[in-house]
């Protein structure tokens, strides 16, 4: 076995150029002669565009030319990548996103103008100069009052704000309804999946250059998916074919989401470079991501729990309004409703679901996918209810969940929500999870905590989700504009070396240890012989890129897949130069030799074969060794796992301290556990921000009230406890061929329900019975709010 | 960020002089002022650095206080006033973080007088007094609400001198997300009378509990503010807390500063 094979825990190969300052982000990345933008951005939220008078700033130094939407009346807006069928089998409303602000502007940030400079300070002084002459309209910041008759418009040309209303499963709505009237216990929660923003660490970044020699336009960004975002804005913005069009994503720091999408500014760099016949950089401020990357989450919900006189679970009903924002990001109505509404039956036998949302326009920033996508919200209704079920019921939360758990024997299990788990086994990771917390023993802590004036409380969540996604087929069925297959190419190098080539793209996921071990493990050469090629559209084939956990399960078994058919042709070759027959070939730790006999060839005898092919089957064989695969996954995966969180809550002041968190999940098989304890370690981060500090806010005028990091609390390495997180209880998934679910969504995922039950625990333990529910964030003013409220 | 020219004088009046010109603004570390202009809310035409004034720099022991130069980073002050004055010392150490605290100076943060900030509560908390390149200042006078103090323009603080307490301490209860203090009461025991300052929660900034101080000075002990409470009126309510709030941590924080006095 090599030493950095599948399970081994190699250390991340990229993390020494990260770590001493030798990263090359896409800021790093300086052109000749090239010329800077600055986005002049609305300061209201909704507001009529009368006039735009550039001709005092066309006159301030160093300005090169500036733009307005009317420069880009050729070009399409950006495009939304999902269509959402309605509940009376209509599409969804779908208004124009223009790069630029045509005729109104819809949020603060939305862009209106492009000053190109010589350089980034002369475009700001000059956009100061603009004069722009907007009649400020009201702003629809509220989902409740946009949805009211006679509410303003955010799109005149549209017939409401109703981007939708969803039904899923429509036909099963009446039986619900019945089951809730005959049940013998309903429970409900209204919530609100608090409205959060990404803020990797690395803004965006976007560089057009153009080379007319060739017309060749590169684009230089700071994106999860670079194939993608050369099919949007090449076939749907700006009409540019692929073969003319380069997309490089270098070191990305951080997406979590927000880099999938395609944005204005690339479109408009792309453009502008060509048209000014010099390279065109933005570089986004902190502020100016606040007001222009997607945001996330932005649910307000109801969940019901139906269950009968035994305690098991009948019905459940979910009705969410999802926030869309002012346009359409790229796979936003895709979120609320097929990421959302599938995962309402948790790990839960649960016979009828019914799940209605309705997305809706509003005078803010766009909301797309953030880590989870979906699924956090999914499972924060369901664990938030259930938790509340145990209590009203005045049983045990872990008994009733482990009551309606759908059973280790019982898969493949069908939800009535379209969705066909393969593999799972909740009571195991709930008992280990149970076992590392050392649960038992709760009690005890709990009046240790209480001696010294603090409230200590557990909170439990089990999660399931859905990720690797997916099959093709089934998200064009509902309403996927795109495929979601991935590709490899693994090229043997004369030596033995390897260029693995991923459609995938790591920005901060460890890739380039983790893909290289897949083939080690394959082969049985070292990984330090292979290398990871990502990033540039001109020298990878098409993939559709990283998010919803899908490199590993989607990319490595391409991966596979691509690696077997260069073993296969590799045994040819040796068979030929062992004078033996191929299936007689057995390839051991990077020898093949001859069964039953000692004779043997190495990986590196046969690869030199293969490019310097005298000794070669040229009849029968081409010479070269390199392989293509795409794979397209046959159904979803799904990670699963429980979560335990332990609090203490300072009475007093109503700070929340996180003293424990167990993560105990099954990803599958995990090809490296190091880096799958880090991103479970950086979920179960975003998801304790996202429960105790995160939140953007808006006033009622659209204005952000959390527009830096001196109000949008990020959390911090001291908010944070050591995390205690196993992945032993796995399951692997049947229908992929490493067996791999995903892993990097769900600690965001799993997380922010055991948070606030934890709380909710704590201060019931302390007889503020009265406390139903608190909303995230759960900050101490929040807490001590709900303490003293009655 | 505009244009600007910047001085960096190597005496005090030098800097003095030089803050006589027209848009002339004296750069204490910038912690506050840098970020704002480079948002351009904030454009001065000339900036004058303090932090290459050995005079205005430094920790010192006179008598029965101690006398700390405006150019002081935080950082120093945690490390140099610990053995004198150990709860001035902790309240330095806990201001931002580590690069906040090499940068920002103690008059920088005096003279800004942020509602927020943590050393205008030590300083009205000691009684101390503000010395400037024009005059001397008791801290009583000095604070003038939000943002406000008694400095004209051109007045540059040159340094403070803080009476030493037989007791104090500092406690602050974060902003969340800035890390400023939601409020931070700070409480210094001089024997004679007990003074007790409080940041964060006032719309007026930095103030003196007088209830609690009466309280304390006959008994210095938490449990002799109990039943003391303010009114929500005048405090601040705001994303991170609501006046409520505000004047309910008030009491807390100011019972666990007498209970951490030392």
């Known amino acids: 076995m090599p030493k950095d094979g599948i399970g081994a825990s190699t250390k991340r190969r990229e993390d020494v150029r990260f770590l001493t300052g030798n990263g090359r982000y896409t800021d790093d990345i300086n052109l000749r002669g090239q010329a800077y933008v600055h986005f002049l951005r609305s300061d209201v939220a909704h507001g009529r565009i009368r006039a735009i008078d550039t001709s005092a700033a066309e006159e301030m130094p160093g300005?090169?030319?500036?733009?307005?939407?009317?420069?880009?009346?050729?070009?399409?807006?950006?495009?939304?990548?999902?269509?959402?069928?309605?509940?009376?089998?209509?599409?969804?409303?779908?208004?124009?996103?223009?790069?630029?602000?045509?005729?109104?502007?819809?949020?603060?940030?939305?862009?209106?103008?492009?000053?190109?400079?010589?350089?980034?300070?002369?475009?700001?002084?000059?956009?100061?100069?603009?004069?722009?002459?907007?009649?400020?309209?009201?702003?629809?910041?509220?989902m409740r009052k946009a949805l009211e008759d006679g509410a303003t418009k955010v799109h005149d040309d549209l017939n409401s704000n109703l981007c939708y209303d969803w039904g899923f499963v429509e036909e099963n709505k009446e039986a619900v309804d019945k089951a809730f009237s005959e049940a013998a216990h309903v429970v409900s929660v209204d919530l609100v999946n608090n409205r959060l923003c990404a803020n990797p660490m690395e803004a965006r970044v976007a560089i057009g250059d153009y080379d007319p020699w060739n017309d060749q336009h590169t684009l230089y960004t700071t994106s999860q998916n670079p194939h993608v975002i050369r099919l949007l804005m090449g076939a749907f913005v700006l009409s540019l074919p692929e073969h003319k069009l380069r997309i490089v994503a270098p070191d990305v720091g951080g997406g979590f989401g927000s880099k999938i999408y395609h944005y204005a500014e690339e479109a408009f760099c792309t453009h502008a470079a060509k048209i000014l016949k010099q390279p065109v950089k933005w570089t986004s401020t902190r502020s100016e991501a606040f007001i222009s990357d997607a945001h996330a989450r932005d649910h307000v919900s109801k969940i019901e729990l139906a269950l009968d006189k035994d305690h098991n679970f009948t019905a459940i009903r979910s009705t969410t309004l999802a926030n869309m924002g002012a346009y359409l990001s790229t796979f936003a109505p895709s979120i609320p409703t097929w990421l959302h509404g599938t995962l309402m039956a948790g790990p839960y036998k649960t016979p009828l679901i019914y799940?209605?949302?309705?997305?809706?326009?509003?005078?803010?920033?766009?909301?797309?996918?953030?880590?989870?996508?979906?699924?956090?919200?999914?499972?924060?209704?369901?664990?938030?209810?259930?938790?509340?079920a145990a209590r009203e019921l005045g049983v045990d939360g872990v008994e009733l969940r482990r009551k309606n758990f759908i059973k280790p024997d019982e898969f493949p299990y069908q939800t009535p929500v379209a969705l066909e788990y393969d593999s799972g086994n909740f009571h195991a990771t709930m008992d280990k999870m149970l076992e590392l917390s050392d649960y038992a023993n709760l009690d005890a802590r709990v009046q240790e905590s209480r001696e010294n004036g603090k409230l200590r409380g557990f909170g439990i969540s089990q999660y399931i989700e859905a990720c690797g996604i997916a099959p093709s087929n089934l998200v064009g069925q509902l309403g996927a504009r795109a495929g979601l297959y991935e590709t490899a190419t693994v090229r043997v190098n004369a030596t033995g070396s390897i260029s693995v080539l991923t459609g995938c793209h790591s920005h901060g996921q460890g890739h380039e240890t983790s893909f290289p071990q897949i083939v080690a493990d394959m082969i049985g050469i070292d990984a330090s012989q292979i290398d990871l090629v990502h990033g540039d559209t001109a020298n990878t084939p098409m993939g559709m890129g990283t998010y919803g956990s899908r490199s590993v399960a989607v990319g490595g078994s391409a991966l596979v897949k691509a690696t077997n058919k260069i073993i296969d042709k590799a045994k040819k070759i040796a068979a030929h130069l062992l004078e033996a027959a191929p299936e007689d070939i057995e390839l051991k730790d990077g020898k093949f030799s001859v069964a039953g006999t000692d004779k043997s060839v190495d990986w590196a005898g046969v690869t030199l074969a293969a490019y310097v092919p005298h000794n070669y089957p040229l009849e029968d064989l081409e010479p070269g060794l390199e392989e293509t695969a795409f794979y397209d996954p046959n159904n979803f995966t799904f990670p699963s796992g429980c979560y335990g969180c332990e609090v203490e809550i300072d009475p007093e002041t109503g700070k929340v301290d996180i003293v424990a968190f167990t993560a105990a999940d099954d990803f599958g098989t995990v090809i490296n556990p190091m880096i799958v304890e880090g991103q479970v370690h950086g979920g179960l981060a975003q998801g304790i921000g996202q429960a105790l500090t995160e939140h953007c806010v808006y006033d009622e005028n659209g204005q952000l009230l959390t527009g830096s990091f001196m109000d949008y609390t990020m959390p911090r390495a001291d908010d944070l406890p050591v995390f205690k997180v196993d992945h032993s209880c796995a399951t692997p998934c049947t229908h992929n061929p490493l067996g791999a679910k995903g892993c990097g969504e769900a600690g965001a995922i799993g997380s922010p329900p055991a948070v606030v039950n934890a709380v909710i625990d704590a201060l019931h333990r302390a007889g503020h019975t009265h406390v139903q529910h608190i909303d995230m964030p759960v900050t101490p003013a929040r807490v001590w709010a709900a303490m003293n409220t009655k | 960020m505009y244009a600007f020219d910047f001085v960096k004088p190597a005496t005090l009046s030098d800097a003095v002089a030089a803050m006589e010109q027209e848009g002339a603004q004296a750069l204490a570390g910038g912690q506050t002022l840098l970020p704002t202009m480079k948002q351009r809310l904030n454009a001065p035409d000339i900036l004058i650095s303090l932090n290459g004034i050995a005079e205005l720099r430094g920790v010192r022991r006179e008598e029965d206080a101690l006398v700390i130069g405006a150019a002081t980073t935080h950082t120093e002050v945690a490390r140099d006033a610990a053995a004198d004055y150990p709860g001035l010392a902790a309240l330095a150490g806990q201001i931002g973080d580590p690069s906040v605290r090499n940068r920002g100076t103690l008059g920088g943060s005096v003279a800004n007088n942020d509602p927020s900030a943590c050393y205008p509560a030590a300083v009205l908390g000691s009684g101390a007094t503000i010395a400037t390149s024009k005059?001397?200042?008791?801290?009583?006078?000095?604070?003038?609400?939000?943002?406000?103090?008694?400095?004209?323009?051109?007045?540059?603080?040159?340094?403070?001198?803080?009476?030493?307490?037989?007791?104090?301490?500092?406690?602050?209860?974060?902003?969340?997300?800035?890390?400023?203090?939601?409020?931070?009461?700070?409480?210094?025991?001089?024997?004679?009378?007990?003074?007790?300052?409080?940041?964060?929660?006032?719309?007026?900034?930095?103030?003196?509990?007088?209830?609690?101080?009466?309280?304390?000075?006959?008994?210095?002990?938490?449990?002799?503010?109990?039943?003391?409470?303010?009114?929500?009126?005048?405090?601040?309510?705001?994303?991170?807390?609501?006046?409520?709030?505000?004047?309910?941590?008030?009491?807390?924080?100011?019972?666990?500063?007498?209970?951490?006095?030392?």
Not at chain 1, 63 to 83: K, M, N, S, Y
Not at chain 2, 238 to 262: F, Q, S
């Open chain 1, 63 to 142: 300005v090169i030319r500036i733009f307005t939407a009317e420069d880009f009346a050729h070009a399409g807006g950006l495009p939304c990548g999902w269509q959402v069928t309605d509940k009376h089998g209509q599409p969804m409303q779908e208004p124009k996103h223009p790069i630029l602000a045509e005729g109104k502007v819809r949020h603060v940030g939305d862009p209106i103008c492009a000053v190109v400079a010589e350089t980034l300070e002369q475009a700001r002084d000059a956009a100061e100069e603009i004069e722009l002459d907007i009649e400020e309209l009201p702003a629809v910041i509220d």
């Open chain 1, 355 to 388: 799940v209605n949302v309705k997305a809706v326009f509003t005078n803010t920033v766009a909301v797309d996918a953030y880590r989870g996508a979906g699924r956090p919200e999914a499972t924060f209704q369901l664990e938030r209810v259930i938790d509340k």
């Open chain 2, 135 to 262: 005059r001397e200042i008791a801290a009583d006078d000095f604070f003038q609400g939000m943002f406000a103090t008694a400095l004209d323009d051109d007045e540059l603080i040159t340094a403070i001198r803080f009476p030493i307490p037989h007791k104090a301490a500092y406690a602050k209860f974060h902003q969340p997300a800035s890390r400023f203090a939601l409020t931070g009461a700070f409480v210094a025991n001089f024997g004679d009378g007990v003074r007790v300052a409080i940041t964060g929660a006032s719309e007026e900034g930095v103030f003196r509990w007088t209830e609690a101080e009466a309280a304390l000075s006959d008994n210095f002990d938490a449990a002799a503010l109990d039943g003391l409470t303010l009114p929500a009126k005048g405090m601040i309510g705001d994303l991170h807390g609501t006046p409520e709030y505000r004047a309910h941590l008030v009491a807390v924080m100011t019972r666990r500063a007498v209970a951490a006095a030392r």
